[in-house]
């Protein structure tokens, strides 16, 4: 998928870099735990015997706040810019 996006962004005038940052910043917090869109999902609310609606409505506060930590986290760093040099 992130050849996609980066053939998309490159097009708007976003590097490829910074495309990619910017994805792994939410992979695993807003990604991948409450995805319903990747097997590995399946596998891990069913391992765990909760239900998928009941798992999603716990875990998206605690997803967003972690992915806005991080931001603030990468923004501060210089990991992810707020501008384009």
């Known amino acids: 998928m992130l050849p996609v996006l980066i053939g998309i962004g490159e097009q ?14 939410g992979e695993e917090t ?5 995805s319903p869109m990747t097997g590995s999902f399946y596998l891990l ?13 716990h875990l998206i506060g605690w997803a967003w706040a972690a992915s806005l930590v991080m931001l603030a986290v990468a923004v501060l760093t210089g990991a ?6």
Do not use: C, N
């Open 12 to 25: 708007f005038g976003v590097s490829g870099v910074d495309i990619a940052q910017a994805s792994i910043l």
């Open 30 to 34: 807003v990604g991948f735990p409450i």
């Open 45 to 57: 609310v069913g391992l765990a015997g909760v239900d998928i609606g009941r798992h999603i409505r």
């Open 80 to 85: 992810v810019p707020l501008w384009a040099a």
